[in-house]
């Protein structure tokens, strides 16, 4: 019998650096984003005796219009409008505080993605400017992005704002996406269990690969390829990690995701996921996790929950592969 560490090794790997897609490749569907009006956070001196004021809040409604005005302009996005909003944390200004609820928010207005904007006021004549962008859907971050420090008073922060729009969302947004491959799971049972669950395991296992082919794709970052392998022998049980790689930068995939799931008793099983870069052969993310239970509905929350891992990593992956970008002036 293999050894528990031998069990354990197998992983989920994906792996980062961008390849051309296919030129006859249809232009995905523009997303529908929530974009919320941008915040003041003020860390300066002042800040406890000097409150926003008029001028403070005409600069932050013209900085969410310039970026509105870029992102709709840019023909990939279509903006979902806000006038329904009630929540009171986003009519206070605060959603940067809310742990995520504007992805909610924007969910109810039927939008793919949130965006929030802020301004950081570090001095009356310094700042800094970030967006986040959220999945409405799973609320996980899709990117966050920020300008170096800059020089100006309130009446700058509108060209931040532009600058940041531009370079560090739109001319990222022309980029393909990552392309990733996932390879079958290996199943391992080792239980003893006397029923034989091998049929529901093998169909248990096809439904998390198919969840992580499409719910990974969902934000428009990764787009799925297949692996050139015999059904039912394309896991790192039948191939191994090196062959697995071969296939998927044959493939063109960026990305390969490989597993390995083994049932340790009736009610508890334990999988190893790893995200590696196809050429460069690095780990650039691992997760050994457990689960208990062993029917369709544990199934499916071990993979909503290892699709959300993934996904919360997803703009850090994206980055590995990003080619320089310019820096804030």
């Given at each position: 019998?293999?050894?528990?560490?031998?069990?354990l090794?197998?992983a989920?790997v994906?792996?980062?650096?961008?390849t051309?897609?296919?030129?006859?490749?249809?232009?995905?569907?523009?997303?529908?984003?929530a974009?919320?009006?941008?915040?003041l956070?003020d860390?300066?001196?002042?800040?406890?005796?000097?409150?926003?004021d008029?001028?403070?809040r005409?600069?932050?409604?013209?900085?969410?219009?310039?970026?509105?005005?870029?992102?709709?302009?840019?023909?990939?996005?279509?903006?979902?409008?806000l006038?329904a909003?009630?929540?009171?944390?986003a009519?206070?200004?605060?959603?940067?505080?809310?742990?995520g609820?504007?992805?909610?928010?924007?969910?109810?207005?039927?939008?793919?993605?949130?965006m929030?904007?802020?301004?950081?006021?570090?001095?009356?004549?310094?700042?800094?400017?970030?967006f986040?962008?959220?999945?409405?859907?799973?609320?996980?971050?899709?990117?966050?992005e920020?300008?170096?420090?800059?020089?100006?008073a309130n009446?700058?922060w509108?060209?931040?704002?532009?600058?940041?729009?531009?370079?560090?969302?739109?001319?990222?947004a022309?980029d393909?996406?990552?392309?990733?491959?996932?390879?079958?799971?290996e199943?391992?049972?080792?239980?003893?269990e006397?029923?034989?669950?091998s049929?529901?395991?093998?169909?248990r296992?096809?439904?998390?690969?198919?969840?992580?082919?499409?719910?990974?794709?969902a934000?428009?970052?990764?787009?799925?390829?297949?692996l050139?392998?015999?059904?039912?022998?394309?896991?790192?049980?039948?191939?191994?990690?090196?062959?697995?790689?071969?296939?998927?930068?044959?493939?063109?995939?960026?990305?390969?995701?490989?597993g390995?799931?083994?049932?340790?008793?009736?009610?508890?099983?334990?999988?190893?996921?790893d995200i590696?870069?196809?050429?460069?052969?690095?780990?650039?993310?691992?997760r050994?996790?457990?689960?208990?239970g062993?029917?369709?509905?544990?199934?499916r929350?071990?993979?909503?929950?290892?699709?959300?891992?993934?996904?919360?990593?997803?703009?850090?992956?994206?980055?590995?592969?990003?080619t320089?970008l310019p820096?804030?002036?």
């Amino acid at each position: 019998m293999r050894s528990i560490a031998t069990i354990l090794a197998p992983a989920i790997v994906l792996a980062a650096l961008a390849t051309a897609a296919a030129a006859e490749t249809p232009a995905p569907p523009p997303i529908k984003i929530a974009v919320f009006p941008f915040e003041l956070e003020d860390f300066s001196a002042g800040a406890a005796y000097v409150p926003p004021d008029d001028i403070d809040r005409e600069q932050l409604r013209l900085s969410t219009e310039e970026a509105r005005r870029l992102i709709a302009a840019s023909g990939r996005y279509n903006i979902v409008d806000l006038s329904a909003v009630n929540d009171q944390a986003a009519k206070a200004g605060k959603l940067r505080d809310c742990q995520g609820c504007e992805a909610r928010i924007a969910a109810g207005l039927g939008a793919d993605q949130s965006m929030i904007g802020i301004v950081t006021r570090i001095t009356r004549t310094e700042y800094a400017v970030t967006f986040k962008i959220r999945d409405a859907r799973s609320g996980a971050i899709v990117v966050v992005e920020q300008t170096d420090l800059r020089m100006g008073a309130n009446v700058a922060w509108g060209r931040g704002a532009r600058w940041l729009i531009q370079n560090r969302l739109l001319d990222r947004a022309q980029d393909k996406p990552l392309i990733f491959a996932v390879a079958e799971i290996e199943y391992i049972d080792t239980s003893g269990e006397v029923i034989d669950q091998s049929a529901d395991h093998l169909r248990r296992l096809r439904t998390f690969e198919a969840s992580l082919r499409t719910d990974l794709a969902a934000s428009g970052k990764l787009r799925s390829a297949d692996l050139d392998c015999p059904a039912t022998a394309c896991s790192v049980g039948d191939l191994t990690v090196a062959q697995l790689l071969g296939k998927a930068q044959a493939a063109g995939a960026d990305l390969l995701l490989i597993g390995s799931v083994h049932k340790m008793s009736t009610l508890v099983q334990w999988a190893k996921f790893d995200i590696i870069d196809v050429k460069a052969r690095k780990v650039v993310f691992e997760r050994l996790v457990s689960f208990r239970g062993d029917n369709d509905e544990a199934w499916r929350r071990a993979a909503a929950f290892i699709i959300r891992q993934i996904s919360d990593r997803e703009a850090e992956l994206t980055r590995l592969a990003a080619t320089a970008l310019p820096r804030s002036p």
